[in-house]
């Protein structure tokens, strides 16, 4: 149906308020609000991030996507509970202590959302504890680490650790990312994965909780 | 030869007579590790500017002009907004460009000018950049949705900012011409620039066009400051008079040699991947290796591509110093 092409498109333009009054249409028009989820609003948001990570879209336009699919999801969330659809699974993410860059960290939560994914976010300079103790209480099956300073990249090793002694390290899956980062530190501490952009950790994400 | 000639030297594709400058561009140390090699014997008493020449650098001045009073308003959390619209912006404007606070910082400019005459050091200074001054004002994330929430406010900012920047540029020419100057902007990171080339030259291109003109008059050379992958970056920085880079971020995949063979004739300075200081002696030795024969080929001066890191022992960054001149002699050899 053309509608949810023209949310998805929309959507990837930024355009929120469109988006929004296009999905009160489809609403109208009796479309499910699933389909306008996945077919109108993850669709923009992955075509946005397949771009992304080919280069040929930067952050501020993947921003101004993403808000118009939160707030396009913000409105289809009553609909979406009412229809008891459940999201594929739930991440905790977060910068880890002692780092303030948060600018990378906020695009993966965008990303992971973009897959129906829902995502708890620590904000930055989060404690090791705090990623176990959120994993545990919120039961989170993800929990995903960004640092991008070389000094405070062992704080994953540390999440790792803890995980382990705190007996969740089965349940639990740990993505790592950030600018220092890369696969042969992600093996070296023993996280399960790490991408080099948002829009991997994604595809990632979605396939740790699908699998 | 002088520490200033030897820079000079390089910024005109010329090699000097005996090795390359020994600079650590760098020059405001992470604080993390002045602190570190304070436990492991660097005198507390050093004034800021003798910690270079402590270490065996070369001396070298940098002016970074404030753009802002102390009175202005602080974000109230990290890389948060100061001003988030037009009226916002208009109720810090009193605190903004403040032209006394340049007028003291140049006194300093003043005092450098006969060592600077003879020779003893290289002068250069910073100014804020059409992308990251905005940055300060709106906030880290506000920034990035301004150039489609609010294109108006973001190019009269950078209206005011240029014109700001030409009156200081008078006064420091008045004093002095410095050998270079960078533009602080770190636009780019691992995956490359943050934003378009549409982007670019419908924002920041106007703003450049007003400023680079006058400075490159005087001879000065304009040089951008931008860390993570700016490799795709250059040929857009080129159109705007750019005429060089630093520092060249190793760990974000910049391969300062491609870069090389694609511009011959643009400015490197930095390139030494940080990471190896972390690691050993032979890995620094290796690094530098890597970056010999770009080094022969002029017009790049190596240096640690950001602030060195904290986990770099005092003892090890000896050892680069001595390796940073050692390579810079081979450099210069035919
Ligand atoms: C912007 C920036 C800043 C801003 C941060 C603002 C903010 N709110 O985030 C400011 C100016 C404040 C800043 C401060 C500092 N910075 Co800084 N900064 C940068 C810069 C230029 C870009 C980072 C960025 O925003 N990238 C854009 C985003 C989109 O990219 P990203 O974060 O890499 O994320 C992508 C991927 O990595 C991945 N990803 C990220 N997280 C995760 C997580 C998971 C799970 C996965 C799977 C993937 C993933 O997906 C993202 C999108 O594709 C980098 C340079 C670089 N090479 O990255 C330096 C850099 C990170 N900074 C550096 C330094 C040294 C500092 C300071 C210590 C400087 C100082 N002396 O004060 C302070 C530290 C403050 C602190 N305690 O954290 C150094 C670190 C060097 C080192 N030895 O580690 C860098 C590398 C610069 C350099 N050239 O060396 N910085």
Redesign the pocket.
């Known amino acids: 149906m053309s509608i949810l092409n023209d949310i998805s498109e929309n959507l990837q333009r930024g355009k929120a308020k469109v988006v929004k009054e296009l999905i009160q249409q489809a609403l109208d028009a009796g479309e499910k609000p699933e389909t306008i989820l996945s077919e109108g609003l993850l669709d923009g948001m992955n075509i946005i991030g397949a771009k992304?990570?080919e280069g040929t879209v930067y952050?501020p336009e993947v921003l101004v996507a993403a808000r118009a699919m939160n707030q396009g999801a913000a409105m289809l969330k009553p609909y979406l509970e009412e229809a008891g659809v459940k999201s594929i699974g739930r991440a905790c993410?977060g910068?880890v202590q002692?780092?303030?860059?948060?600018?990378?960290?906020n695009?993966?939560k965008m990303?992971l959302e973009g897959k129906g994914i829902e995502v708890i976010d620590l904000g930055?300079?989060v404690a090791p504890e705090t990623f176990i103790q959120t994993a545990i209480e919120q039961d989170c099956q993800l929990i995903?680490?960004?640092?991008?300073?070389?000094?405070?990249?062992g704080v994953m090793g540390e999440v790792v650790k803890k995980a382990e002694e705190a007996g969740i390290r089965d349940k639990v899956k740990i993505?790592?990312?950030?600018?220092?980062?890369d696969e042969a530190f992600c093996r070296q501490i023993g996280a399960d994965?790490?991408?080099?952009?948002?829009?991997?950790?994604a595809d990632?994400?979605k396939a740790l909780l699908t699998a | 030869m002088t520490n200033r000639d030897r820079v000079k030297a390089v910024l005109n594709f010329e090699m000097p007579d005996d090795r390359l400058p020994a600079i650590e561009w760098a020059s405001?140390w992470?604080?993390?590790t002045i602190m570190e090699w304070q436990k492991q014997g660097l005198p507390a008493n050093l004034g800021f500017h003798d910690i270079a020449p402590y270490l065996g650098l070369d001396q070298h001045y940098q002016f970074w002009l404030p753009h802002r009073d102390a009175l202005c308003p602080q974000p109230k959390f990290?890389?948060g907004p100061i001003a988030e619209d037009e009226e916002e912006y208009e109720k810090i404007l009193p605190h903004l460009y403040p032209d006394g606070d340049v007028d003291r910082q140049l006194e300093f400019m003043r005092s450098l000018k006969a060592g600077h005459d003879a020779g003893d050091y290289p002068v250069w200074f910073s100014l804020d950049g059409g992308f990251w001054f905005p940055r300060t004002i709106l906030g880290?994330?506000n920034h990035l949705y301004s150039f489609y929430d609010q294109p108006e406010l973001y190019e009269r900012i950078l209206n005011d900012l240029a014109e700001f920047q030409l009156r200081q540029l008078e006064k420091i020419y008045s004093i002095l011409t410095p050998e270079f100057m960078t533009f602080g902007e770190?636009?780019?990171?691992?995956?490359g620039p943050?934003i378009s080339e549409d982007c670019f030259d419908e924002f920041l291109l106007p703003y450049y066009n007003k400023v680079v003109p006058y400075i490159k008059e005087h001879g000065t050379k304009v040089i951008i400051d931008?860390?993570?992958?700016i490799s795709r970056m250059v040929p857009w920085l080129k159109r705007v008079g750019i005429e060089g880079v630093l520092?060249l971020?190793r760990?974000?995949g910049v391969d300062v040699a491609a870069l090389r063979e694609v511009h011959p004739d643009f400015l490197f300075i930095g390139a030494f991947d940080?990471?190896t200081m972390r690691e050993s002696e032979e890995a620094m030795r290796e690094e530098f290796e890597r970056l010999l024969p770009v080094m022969k080929k002029g017009g790049f001066i190596p240096s640690v591509?950001?602030?060195t890191?904290p986990?770099c022992p005092l003892e090890r960054y000896h050892i680069y110093v001595d390796m940073l001149k050692e390579y810079g002699r081979k450099a210069v050899e035919d």
């Open positions: 992304f990570k952050v993410l910068t002692g780092d303030l860059h948060d600018i990378g960290k695009l993966v990303m930055t300079d995903c680490l960004s640092a991008l300073l070389t000094t405070t990249m993505m790592i990312g950030g600018a220092p980062v994965v790490y991408t080099p952009d948002a829009a991997s950790a990632a994400a | 405001w992470w604080d993390r990290f890389g880290i994330e770190d636009m780019s990171y691992n995956n943050m931008s860390d993570g992958d520092p971020e760990k974000a940080k990471m591509d950001h602030q890191p986990d």
